[in-house]
């Protein structure tokens, strides 16, 4: 089965673009090439200005474990830091059904 990844993640509204602009300029380009990454997807809150979902599907832990140990992952957390005071928390779901 499948494993989704969601990342939560909070930025100041003023920083919305940004946040946006490095989702699909620099991050989303980098996830979707990893080995095991089926898919990658930001939301947008409709109800929360600067609030986000990274969204990704993976084939299976093993793929995200190799993904957070990968040098491409330490790239997207250093975009992300350009973030002043974003907060996040990942959370990870097996698909079931």
Not at 17 to 44: F, N
Request: aromatic residues 8%; charged residues 30%; contains cysteine.
């Amino acid at each position: 089965m499948s494993v989704v990844r969601m990342i939560y993640v909070k930025v100041n509204p003023s920083e919305t673009a940004a946040a946006e602009r490095i989702w699909k300029q620099d991050c989303a380009p980098l996830m979707i090439k990893q080995p095991g990454c089926l898919s990658e997807k930001l939301l947008k809150s409709d109800d929360e200005p600067g609030e986000y979902i990274s969204y990704s599907e993976w084939e299976d832990q093993a793929a995200i474990e190799a993904f957070r140990k990968s040098k491409d992952h330490d790239v997207i957390i250093a975009h992300s830091d350009k973030l002043a005071g974003a907060k996040s928390e990942v959370k990870t779901y097996e698909i079931t059904g």
